[in-house]
């Protein structure tokens, strides 16, 4: 029944480690993002992906590397783990069509902890 | 490029009491409005939207919010607060031509008291 559904809920990890975090969402959605999150709760977008293709990539380190496979799965590797990395990983999906503006739904995010 | 400005960092207000929060946008046309909130250890729901039309729209859980194009506001209130509403709050703008893009404001921490 979850909407946006992001794996894991909470990663902790050594610096200089790869990790993933999954998204999938069962809404039939067109754009997916990812946010982010940190200890302040300052929400910044970090991509976004429109039918599997990359629409914003804001500046964000290229340790961190989307990858959509079709348009319900938008996936976030992330190399060579540092501590500022530390966050709250937030997944969205938005169906947007011309007069019909829907905003966002939400994952219940990914905690990543960089130990 | 679009901005937007949550003037309040915290606001306590007493359960039954009626509540307004404050969410000032900079965009040179009229744009998306949204506001969300997050409960802790939660993701962010969307609590209501404004793109045209009424100025004055209702969301869900008994919030409502006015677009003001003069003072470039987009105030969220509601007329008696409940426990349950301690959460954390975002206003959102995005484009009018990207309505996918949005930006968030810092956030407003609600507290209940009893």
């Known amino acids: 029944d979850t909407a946006v559904s992001q794996t894991p809920k909470y990663l902790v990890t050594q610096m200089g480690n790869d990790k993933s975090i999954k998204c999938e969402q069962n809404l039939g959605h067109d754009t997916m993002y990812w946010y982010k999150q940190d200890s302040k709760k300052f929400l910044k977008i970090m991509f976004s992906?429109?039918?599997?293709?990359?629409?914003i990539n804001e500046t964000v380190p290229n340790r961190f590397s989307p990858k959509s496979p079709d348009k319900a799965h938008l996936n976030l590797h992330i190399n060579s783990l540092e501590l500022g990395d530390s966050a709250v990983y937030f997944c969205a999906s938005s169906q947007d069509l011309p007069r019909q503006v829907r905003g966002y739904t939400f994952g219940s995010g990914t905690r990543l902890t960089v130990v | 490029a679009q901005s937007v400005t949550q003037p309040d960092i915290h606001i306590t207000v007493s359960e039954g009491a009626s509540l307004e929060l404050r969410c000032n946008y900079s965009?040179?046309?009229?744009?998306?409005l949204f506001w969300y909130v997050q409960s802790p250890g939660q993701g962010l729901q969307l609590l209501l939207k404004y793109f045209s039309g009424d100025t004055l729209v209702q969301g869900i859980k008994g919030f409502e919010a006015e677009f003001k194009r003069s003072q470039s506001s987009f105030n969220l209130r509601k007329p008696s607060v409940h426990w349950s509403d301690a959460a954390e709050y975002f206003c959102?703008?995005?484009?009018?031509?990207?309505?996918?893009?949005?930006?968030f404001g810092d956030g407003t921490t609600l507290t209940v008291k009893p």
């Open positions: 965009y040179g046309a009229t744009p998306y």
């Open positions: 992906y429109n039918n599997k293709e990359l629409i």
């Open positions: 959102a703008v995005a484009p009018n031509t990207n309505a996918g893009k949005s930006t």
